[in-house]
């Protein structure tokens, strides 16, 4: 077996992208160059489910996938090749907006707190005075019935069904509603009777701390490991688990010490992993922060913090006090989702806490909200504190449960990652928008971009403390793909013209409301077809994404509070846009720029792909790809074209369409050439020379206790450095001939940033 040196995500699906479909990959992906296959929940989910984490049967591997004599195909066939498997795990939920699809589920439903698995999910029967609260209604109950077309009387509504206890179906269907263990609700109205995943009423939570719950939805994954079927698991959603450090003890054991364990942790800046953790590392999305943010000019901060608050009819900050601005959009966001949509579990931690009082819930509230923008919870008490000395009370009590209450503070720390989920990444990230590529998971919107130290510095201690650690640029969750990142983050280089450019298209087709025009301006710079042919899918897209977006910003329409007008107005600005004048200078811009938006993309791939830790590279982005925010970025990928274009390689200059692929395998051949050099090697910065050293960032790859033999370089700010030339600029080599593997070219002790024919080069010492 080969030593895991990158991996490939795939996003599986039934009637798709099966796990026999995936077996016929492992040629293709052998041949690009990636030691490890990594895919999405295999785990029975929800009938037609796009993602697999609506699992339902965690006993099982799907059906619709092709079940376990699948999976066993697809290892197989790995291990033929020296190839490895990592299959992605969801144990904090389980899906229920099919009930009947979850047998475990079902039986809480028909027999309430008799059922044996009615401790296996974080009920809360006090919600509902006894019942358990659903918020399965789209409206009110006026159209619920009694189906009896079954051998057994179930309740229904629309498409859905739910059991009755046996004797209790006769009268009307309110009446025998009434008899039930549960309550139907109107999901408008933010009652639950049940912990869920983040505020996703169809994802019901699991007690994992129950070592029952953790052996019955673990006994398939025991049977993979027991097999030699998988190599490592990826957990979804940790910090969704009650006890994660104990969970993951739990599944260390199970897994053994040579399989590798990731887990999804969304790192902030200078947020470290807990060390108790065993396991390898994260998904990666904070090496995303660095990698790409070393790429944004700090220069254009100013110019598009500007543009970004003041078209006409808008007011607000500049760039000096942007900072402030956002820390307190970010708590805003979170005090309204904890008010709305999280407020079930609000009001089951006050429950919890003895304390149900409007200034208990106050306090509860404001700490929360506060933890989005501080570094800890002890912060966040201090500055409530001082901005609220009317709560002084309610705050000590909450700090001493937080002291005396286990089970207090861990769903305090729940609520602060549902509030971080949800107010910031899924609010606050659709409105700070004076360069979206920086609203990311993982990301910092009010920091632009990343310095070269920083850079440097974050990498070095990735090498030196999570060796193992995932890294990627783009994932099944990611706001937008690495491509279109790239190209929105080359707005940094000139704002000036870019608000120009604004201004002039305001005038032709003004957007219906400065936010999201923001947004969407930017967005479709970042998809833009360079040959500006406009499709129908393409206008498809675009209008679904500015509709989440739309209701993500909650300005106007919201998911609860849907305004037809306001998302047709936007809808037809769109066509607007893409049918008329505009459309012909978008092309323009984009076309002129297209040189450097790729030199910015392969770039952050081969600093990705030759970094520290090991690369993920999600579904096609080997290629250039547009995608946008899910379910965009998990279309099917054409890997017919991939296979040829991968046979045909061959070394090619800057403008071929195929330079990203080119990297791309160049770079993951050479990580699995040379595991020592990546997997735990060494790292040391390059630091040029020259009247444009700034534009050039680079490292040294080697073997530890040896010198080091793998060098990348990218440029960067291309477009900023405009026609002058770069002169002296130079990288200093080590000793030895180093040849670049992408061009063939030989380099021996400098390498002169104008004799490089790509925007990469990736030299090694032979």
Not at 112 to 140: C, K, M, N
Request: glycine share 10%; hydrophobic share 40%; charged share 25%.
């Amino acid at each position: 077996m080969r030593a895991l040196t990158a991996t490939y995500r795939l996003q599986l699906r039934a009637h798709g992208m099966t796990l026999d479909a995936a077996a016929d990959l492992v040629d293709y992906l052998d041949t690009l160059g990636v030691s490890h296959l990594y895919v999405s929940p295999v785990l029975t989910a929800v009938a037609g489910s796009a993602h697999g984490y609506d699992v339902t049967d965690p006993t099982a591997v799907d059906p619709a996938l092709g079940g376990r004599e699948a999976l066993v195909r697809l290892s197989n066939r790995l291990r033929e090749r020296s190839m490895g498997l990592i299959v992605d795990i969801v144990p904090n939920h389980l899906g229920v907006a099919r009930p009947r699809q979850n047998r475990w589920w079902w039986d809480v439903l028909r027999h309430g707190r008799d059922s044996p698995y009615a401790h296996w999910f974080d009920l809360d029967w006090a919600a509902g005075d006894g019942r358990l609260l659903l918020p399965a209604l789209d409206g009110d109950r006026s159209d619920l019935r009694i189906d009896r077309t079954g051998p057994e009387p179930l309740l229904a509504v629309g498409t859905l069904r739910f059991p009755t206890i046996p004797g209790t179906d006769t009268g009307t269907a309110e009446q025998v509603h009434r008899r039930q263990p549960y309550r139907l609700v109107d999901w408008r109205e933010h009652r639950c009777g049940y912990r869920r995943f983040l505020d996703v009423n169809e994802l019901a939570a699991l007690r994992q701390e129950d070592p029952a719950v953790f052996d019955a939805t673990h006994a398939q994954l025991a049977t993979w490991v027991r097999d030699d079927l998988i190599d490592g698991v990826r957990v979804d959603h940790v910090d969704g688990l009650s006890d994660p450090a104990g969970y993951l003890t739990r599944l260390r054991a199970l897994l053994g010490r040579d399989r590798r364990l990731f887990v999804e942790k969304i790192l902030a800046p200078g947020e470290t992993l807990d060390p108790s953790w065993p396991v390898d590392g994260t998904t990666g999305y904070d090496a995303l922060r660095t990698v790409c943010g070393v790429f944004v000019d700090p220069a254009g901060e100013p110019g598009l913090t500007a543009l970004s608050h003041d078209l006409p009819g808008t007011g607000g900050p500049y760039a000096d006090a942007h900072a402030r601005w956002y820390r307190d959009l970010c708590v805003d966001r979170a005090r309204k989702v904890l008010g709305t949509s999280l407020s079930p579990d609000v009001n089951r931690l006050l429950r919890r806490c003895g304390r149900a009082d409007e200034r208990a819930g106050s306090a509860l509230i404001e700490v929360v909200g506060a933890s989005t923008v501080t570094d800890s919870l002890a912060d966040a008490v201090d500055r409530v504190g001082r901005d609220h000395p009317e709560l002084d009370g309610p705050l000590t009590e909450l700090a001493a449960a937080l002291v005396t209450d286990g089970s207090a503070a861990t769903e305090v720390r729940r609520l602060c990652v549902g509030a971080g989920a949800k107010g910031v990444e899924d609010g606050a990230f659709y409105v700070a928008t004076r360069l979206a590529s920086l609203a990311e998971l993982g990301g910092a919107p009010d920091r632009f971009g990343v310095t070269a130290a920083e850079f440097h510095l974050d990498q070095a201690w990735r090498a030196r403390r999570h060796p193992l650690t995932m890294t990627t640029l783009s994932t099944h969750d990611t706001k937008r793909g690495e491509d279109v990142r790239a190209r929105i983050g080359v707005l940094s280089q000139f704002p000036q013209l870019w608000s120009r450019c604004v201004t002039e298209w305001e005038q032709l087709a003004p957007s219906p409301e400065h936010g999201i025009g923001t947004l969407l301006w930017q967005t479709m710079f970042g998809t833009w077809p360079t040959d500006g042919e406009i499709t129908g899918e393409y206008r498809s897209r675009l209008h679904a994404f500015a509709r989440k977006a739309g209701r993500e910003t909650a300005t106007h329409s919201s998911w609860e509070r849907v305004d037809v007008a306001f998302e047709t107005l936007v809808e037809h600005w769109l066509d607007a846009v893409l049918g008329g004048p505009v459309a012909g200078s978008m092309t323009v811009l984009v076309r002129d720029l297209e040189p450097h938006t790729r030199a910015d993309a392969v770039g952050q791939k081969l600093l990705q792909l030759c970094g520290p830790g090991v690369p993920d590279v999600y579904q096609g982005t080997e290629l250039w790809e547009d995608s946008l925010v899910d379910p965009d970025n998990r279309r099917a990928v054409d890997f017919d074209r991939r296979r040829e274009l991968v046979r045909e390689l061959r070394v090619i200059g800057p403008g071929h369409p195929a330079v990203k692929l080119w990297v791309t395998r160049t770079a993951l051949r050479l990580r699995r050439e040379r595991p020592d050099s990546f997997v735990r090697g060494t790292y040391r910065p390059l630091v040029a020379t020259g009247p444009h050293a700034t534009e050039l960032i680079g490292f040294a790859r080697g073997a530890p206790g040896l010198s080091p033999d793998v060098i990348a370089l990218a440029t960067r700010h291309t477009l900023r450095r405009g026609d002058r030339p770069w002169g002296a600029t130079a990288v200093a080599l080590p000793p030895g001939t180093w040849t670049d593997r992408l061009t063939d070219v030989p380099y021996t002790g400098r390498l002169l940033a104008r004799e490089l024919t790509l925007p990469v080069a990736l030299l090694v010492r032979e």
